[in-house]
């Protein structure tokens, strides 16, 4: 079940699929404290359900890491036993190390309980709902030509989880790409509700968490079209555009809908999602849809730029080029612009200088 609170614990995880590494001091008091309830390793191993072997490698530390699930069953029969100190709520802060299991990068020093509902996680979800995603196997990943877009993910991922091991890397075609360990997977889909595999298929979409909660607005949508967006002054009409890609012709990327729905909750009014604008085959026949969201009208753009704007200088500048295309003021909405105009003369006062139709 997806958490609805953006926190993953480690009871949240899959035990079969993770692998932890506690302080050797604490797993030896562990085997230590359970042999003084159950007499001899073997008749242990088998109230626990495991191998004796298990207990061995454990007590012994000889591996950098050990199965959640053994950990979870000597933590509960310690539990049971009225050892509190060992539940896996008091255990998941002490951890020095997790992974997933067989092969996997390791997160050094999680940050455990791991809190997504903030602005670095947000980022974090944004970067892999848009230009980036989850593979099949379960490795989050984010791509981008801009290489301080694939850094600032790669240190909100830090930020949020721990010491991440990262694989970062310039790819033939010159984008930049960073994949994050199986086990930041495991949370994103198990606990978050995240889905994996391609976005145009699976469709995913943004957590409830992020839109209950406002502070996470900025970062969330800042990210969204640095990645995504662009900012378009032609004949035709001055814009801010975001597409998104789906394999259904007839209804929008959820995730497209409800990052609409988050810059009107922002007042900056928002056109479409228009669509399909654009039809993609790929080499398997497979076909895509692009939908687009715009922001138009001098007003609605200008408040994006005083609200939102752009991470990346250059779209900074274009935004700011656009907005200095305009030859008229804003239009205000009805009701408004009086109190606009009363409080310019208000300013235009205290600066001294005449208050004409012109000045105004």
């Known amino acids: 079940m997806p958490k609805q609170d953006g926190i993953v614990h480690l009871r949240d995880l899959p035990k079969d699929e993770i692998c932890i590494k506690l302080p050797d001091a604490i797993q030896k008091r562990m085997v230590f404290d359970a042999l003084k309830i159950v007499t001899g390793r073997y008749n242990l191993a088998r109230v626990l359900k495991v191998e004796p072997v298990n207990i061995y490698?454990?007590?012994n530390c000889r591996f950098s890491s050990i199965t959640l699930k053994f950990v979870h069953n000597i933590?509960?029969?310690l539990v049971t036993n009225g050892l509190n100190e060992?539940?896996?709520?008091?255990?998941?802060?002490?951890?020095?190390?997790i992974k997933s299991k067989f092969v996997g990068n390791p997160i050094y020093n999680p940050k455990f309980p791991i809190n997504f509902n903030n602005e670095d996680g947000a980022q974090v979800i944004s970067c892999i709902l848009y230009d980036g995603g989850i593979s099949s196997r379960?490795?989050?990943?984010?791509?981008?030509?801009?290489?301080?877009?694939v850094d600032r993910f790669i240190a909100s991922a830090c930020s949020v989880i721990g010491q991440v091991t990262c694989r970062k890397y310039l790819a033939n075609d010159g984008t930049f790409e960073a994949w994050l360990p199986r086990i930041i997977g495991f949370m994103l889909v198990n606990c978050l509700g995240i889905k994996s595999g391609k976005k145009t298929i699976e469709n995913p979409y943004i957590p409830k968490f992020i839109l209950k909660n406002k502070d996470c607005y900025l970062p969330f949508i800042q990210q969204a079209f640095d990645a995504e967006g662009s900012v378009n002054q032609r004949k035709s009409g001055r814009s801010i555009q975001l597409n998104q890609y789906s394999s259904d012709n007839n209804t929008p990327p959820i995730r497209l809908v409800q990052l609409k729905n988050m810059?009107?909750?922002?007042?900056?009014?928002?056109?479409?999602?228009?669509?399909?604008?654009?039809e993609c085959i790929a080499k398997n026949g497979t076909k895509t849809y692009g939908w687009m969201i715009?922001?138009?009208?001098?007003a609605n753009i200008r408040n994006f730029s005083e609200r939102i704007n752009f991470i990346l200088e250059r779209k900074q500048r274009k935004l700011h080029e656009l907005l200095d295309s305009y030859q008229l003021p804003p239009r205000f909405k009805n009701g408004t612009r009086y109190n606009v105009v009363l409080n310019t003369c208000d300013e235009l006062k205290q600066q001294g200088t005449t208050v004409t139709i012109k000045s105004i």
């Open 57 to 59: 490698d454990f007590e």
């Open 75 to 77: 933590s509960q029969f």
């Open 86 to 97: 060992y539940s896996v709520e008091n255990l998941e802060n002490k951890i020095e190390l």
């Open 138 to 149: 379960l490795y989050p990943f984010y791509t981008n030509k801009e290489e301080i877009l």
């Open 263 to 278: 810059l009107e909750v922002l007042d900056i009014r928002v056109n479409g999602p228009f669509g399909p604008t654009r």
């Open 294 to 298: 715009q922001i138009s009208n001098q």
